[in-house]
């Protein structure tokens, strides 16, 4: 008798997401080309996206705050394989963008910039979808392109590594 | 060791929804906790232990349990711990933690949106993945899997399901936080059709979002509630078997077992909260407790009024406290079941001063 070593149970769940009110409104502001965030009423510190809570002080943030499509690159990577979610063929950069007045860094793609040119520090903004194409996502800012401007200093965004 | 006597001092619930459409887990838990903290007279930082229970398949996303913690406050670093399991596990977890020293008092938070999923066949991944759980045998199935051999054994009929049906739905129309409080009588109810015979809709928990918290505390640390303080006198749990044709459907010794370790003995209650999402299920653990008449069962309306998955078990301790609190009774019995077809089960043995 012969063991039997594997079995195939398919198995799928489908989900309905609940964004919630404070990520609903970053996700309608995508959809006008704007970036919502919302600013904790303790600390003062400004995340975007919001959830709708500081997650150091535990308290509501209520207080919505447009932030700038402007930003400085935190961190980076150069991806060289396939991915399943993103539309971009490979290499492509990844990095964390701080954007200016925000305290909390976003995933992000650098693109019109040669591999060797992206570094921690880089200013860089935010190239929108144009406007017939905007919608409430993540996708309507198609990437981040480097801007004609000095490299921010060091001790302008080390507390967000 | 000595035992170190643990009081609860805050609990807060959001009322039950079927469907949350506004707001995230985050956004559900933040004002809850807010409350169930000011009962207990305790800020944030001042709070030596956090757990949490909840089950990421029905949020459909890996570590959910993670993002929920933005509703904690967790900086400076807390002491924290989740399961994967019903809040009242959680609680378990808590109270054994206050054991050790090593914290005066614990925050103890659940929450579940099942809406966001199918939650009957969310819950058919909790059996065996080899054998039963390709069969897709949903939850509500399985209930009636139970309720037929309970009762073939005890020659009880669906009438005696209905009335369990009315009288919770009777005690929940005085609770603003449940979900299902429209009254009706048990003619009307037996004339429903079956949705898995010998079960009819009445005879199952709704499908419900919210979600609870409470706050446990020990010595020095009880003073600052604003609630009298309800003691844990006693609190236990136990677990049968994993697959079900292994088991006696129609008794449960676990609850039983449990029910002796936490000291909770026939005729020394008040008052009981009994986690049974199923009709036929209060009668079982009723069985196994031995709870007569004489005990209020389930003065909230119980689960078949408002079964937030992860949360009902918490909120029946939550219940039963908050019960005690008010002056409905000296000594009160709180159960929280997890698992198919009552698999685990945990009793807790309550008492006010």
Known sequence: MSAVTSILTPIRLDYTYTAGRATQRFLLGMAEGRILGQRCPQCTKVYVPPRGACPQCGVPTTDEVEVSGKGTVTTFCIVRIPSDVLSVPPPFTCAHVLLDGADLPFFALIQECEFDAVRMGMRVEAVWAPPAELAPTFESIRYFRPLDEPDAAYETYKEHL | ?353
């Open chain 2, 1 to 353: 060791m000595a035992r170190r006597e643990v009081a609860i001092v805050g609990f807060a619930q959001s009322a039950s929804v079927r469907r949350e459409t506004a707001l995230n887990e985050v956004e559900m838990l933040m004002p809850i906790l807010g409350e169930a903290k000011a009962q207990a007279g305790l800020r944030g930082p001042e709070i030596g232990f956090t757990v949490s229970g909840s089950c990421d398949y029905l949020a459909g996303q890996p570590f959910a349990f993670v993002s929920a913690l933005d509703a904690v406050g967790a900086w400076p670093p807390i002491a924290e711990s989740h399961v994967e399991m019903d809040g009242a596990w959680a609680l378990y977890e808590a109270w054994v933690k206050l054991q050790t020293g090593e914290a005066d008092s614990a925050l103890v938070y659940a929450f579940g949106k099942s809406s966001m999923g199918d939650l009957p066949e969310v819950l058919t991944l909790q059996l065996d993945p080899y054998t039963a759980a390709p069969l897709w045998p949903d939850a509500i199935a399985l209930a009636a899997l139970q309720a037929r051999a309970y009762l073939e054994k005890t020659g009880r009929s669906e009438r005696d399901l209905a009335a369990v049906a009315v009288r919770s739905r009777r005690a929940a129309a005085a609770n603003p936080k449940a979900q299902v409080r429209t009254t009706a009588d048990v003619e009307t109810l037996l004339a429903t059709p079956y949705l898995a015979s010998p079960l009819r809709a009445h005879d199952c928990p709704p499908i419900s979002d919210g979600c609870a918290a409470l706050v446990l505390a020990c010595g020095e640390a009880v003073r600052r509630s604003a609630m009298p303080p309800v003691w844990i006198r006693g609190i236990d749990h136990r677990i049968e078997a994993h697959a079900l044709g292994v088991r006696d459907l129609a008794a449960s010794p676990s609850t039983r077992l449990a029910g002796e370790k936490a000291g909770a003995t026939p005729g020394g209650v008040d008052l009981a909260e009994l986690h049974a999402p199923f009709t036929h299920q209060e009668l079982i653990l009723r069985d196994a407790l031995g709870l007569g008449a004489d005990v209020d069962v389930n003065p909230s309306g119980g689960a078949l009024a408002a079964n937030p998955m992860m949360v009902a078990g918490l909120i029946r301790i939550g219940e039963a406290a908050a019960r005690l609190a008010a002056g409905a009774g000296r000594r009160a019995l709180a159960h929280a079941t997890s698992g198919p077809c009552l698999q685990q089960n945990l009793v807790c043995v309550l008492e006010r001063d």
